[in-house]
């Protein structure tokens, strides 16, 4: 099976739909619990997932827009902004070493 950056088509196909299914309802979660403070964190994320879950018409990715998704989708450009930032700066460190 081919790698792409390490991890196979399937992980990806995976990790996508992770991200499209489940990450955007732990977003919400996590936001609901930093404005909430909640005693037992891990319960508290546990009732949201629960209630979130079953109150959603399906579990599975869909095309309609997830809790938090545009917090979600914030948070995936951060990061691949910090790659592209890093790559850079590895770019930026070449150059120099090579004027010197």
Do not use: C, W
């Amino acid at each position: 099976m081919a790698k792409v950056h390490g991890a196979t088509t399937e992980e990806l196909e995976y990790a996508n739909l992770l991200r499209r299914s489940v990450a955007p309802y732990l977003a919400e979660g996590m936001a609901r619990m930093l404005e909430d403070h909640p005693k037992d964190p891990a319960r508290y994320l546990s009732d949201f997932l629960s209630q979130a879950t079953s109150s959603s018409p399906s579990t599975t990715a869909t095309t309609t827009m997830a809790p938090g998704e545009d917090t979600v989708a914030l948070l995936h450009e951060r990061e691949m902004l910090q790659r592209e930032m890093a790559a850079l700066d590895a770019q930026l460190a070449e150059a120099r070493d090579h004027a010197h």
